[in-house]
């Protein structure tokens, strides 16, 4: 087989797979944390006017629907690190640190758990401040 045709082969096969995820995607319903997130610009705009406890509460859903989200995230790296460690290859050790390494996803498990805690933060400063609103 030549290299193109390995290529080509490679290509479709990526191609494939990248189709039945955004089909898989698509099709998933949307949860009830997910409706709970705002767009940047809704976000932003409530955050400049938050006045009453309806405002801060919907901003600490955000950030809760957020944290859920982040930690889902970590997980899918961190059994994605697993699956690596479990049938290494050479990539870790020509590109460490490169997407598809272990150490790659256990540094993103990591950040989105960080995320997460920040995000879970804020939900509580926002609750905090719906119930002092008056």
Do not use: W
């Amino acid at each position: 087989m030549t290299h193109a045709t390995k290529f080509q082969t490679f290509r479709t096969a990526l191609l494939t797979a990248v189709m039945a995820m955004l089909m898989g995607v698509i099709s998933l319903p949307v949860s009830a944390e997910d409706s709970k997130i705002l767009k940047k610009d809704e976000l932003k705009n409530l955050i400049s006017n938050a006045k009453t406890a309806q405002d801060h509460q919907r901003i600490a859903d955000h950030y809760a629907a957020k944290a859920e989200q982040f930690e889902a995230e970590a997980t899918e790296h961190a059994e994605e690190a697993a699956k690596y460690k479990a049938n290494p290859n050479m990539h870790e050790m020509k590109h460490p640190g490169s997407p598809q390494t272990a150490s790659h996803c256990e540094s993103m498990a990591r950040s989105l758990r960080d995320a997460a805690k920040q995000a879970r933060q804020l939900a509580e400063d926002h609750q905090a401040m719906a119930k002092s609103v008056k």
